[in-house]
């Protein structure tokens, strides 16, 4: 029963549907650490809509992704354009670089990476709203 219960977490840990379980919250962008004063950028992967939508910490974006197993490849996005302190701005701007960087996904128990190759570009944690 273990056994089943551990590959059935697997399984669901290796499809598309993980990712839409709900939102994502960057903790870390292209090897820096989301600074804890900046709103944290979010996104939502709608794999059934084949698209992704969210918010670089200033702007709201969105636009469509192909997912298929742990590849995933987001197309050109659209945000608003809204202005932000410099640090706010300078986050999104790197946000918006890994998204389009993103080639695979890797589950872990507590959060999701998105890689390019063998490189991490983003570590986002499920986003609980406080």
Do not use: C
Not at 104 to 126: P, T
């Amino acid at each position: 029963m273990v056994a089943l219960i551990t590959a059935t977490l697997l399984l669901s840990q290796s499809t598309p549907k993980y990712l839409a379980v709900e939102t994502w919250a960057f903790s870390e962008v292209l090897k820096h650490p989301v600074a804890p004063n900046l709103k944290k950028p979010t996104i939502e992967f709608l794999v059934d809509a084949k698209r992704v939508q969210g918010n670089g910490g200033v702007n709201s974006f969105g636009g469509p992704a192909k997912y298929k197993g742990r590849t995933i490849k987001i197309g050109s996005l659209v945000s608003t354009l809204m202005a932000g302190t410099p640090e706010a701005m300078a986050l999104e701007k790197d946000v918006l670089a890994a998204l389009s960087k993103a080639d695979h996904w890797r589950a872990h128990k507590d959060y999701l990476e998105l890689m390019d190759g063998k490189s991490r570009v983003a570590k986002l944690y499920r986003f609980r709203n406080k």
